[in-house]
């Protein structure tokens, strides 16, 4: 079982940054694709930015041009970089690994990192 630990939320002001990582207890290696996700108070959890194993990514329109994705294998850690936030950006953010190990489907998620922008 993989634990993944998010770390970096915090409270900022409109047009900030912020750069929220999330540690793997294992290798990432293994996961196909990585990606960061967030719930708003009252809405449902969506898509924020997602990363194959082979470096594609692919963006949310609601942050193209201001987020950023990378992951390390070597540190074990998936990083979001954030920069012109606005208040719309105030979510929970989730971490996600998808793979296969073996003959089953491996999905985990982190416990989530608050992020609070003010106007």
């Known amino acids: 079982q993989v634990q993944l630990v998010e770390s970096g939320g915090g409270l900022v002001q409109a047009g900030g940054s912020l750069r929220l990582s999330c540690a793997s207890s294992?290798?990432?290696?293994?996961?196909?694709?990585m990606g960061w996700y967030r719930q708003a108070p009252g809405k449902q959890r969506e898509r924020v930015a997602t990363?194959?194993?082979?470096?594609?990514?692919n963006y949310a329109d609601s942050v193209k041009g201001r987020f950023t994705i990378s992951r390390d294998n070597t540190k074990k850690t998936l990083y979001l970089q954030m920069n012109g936030l606005k208040p719309e950006d105030t979510a929970v953010y989730y971490c996600?690994?998808?793979?296969?190990?073996?003959?089953?489907?491996?999905?985990?998620w982190g416990q989530g990192t608050q992020v609070t922008v003010s106007s």
């Open positions: 996600n690994a998808l793979g296969v190990l073996g003959n089953n489907d491996i999905n985990y």
């Open positions: 990363i194959t194993r082979g470096g594609t990514t």
């Open positions: 294992g290798p990432i290696f293994i996961f196909n694709v």
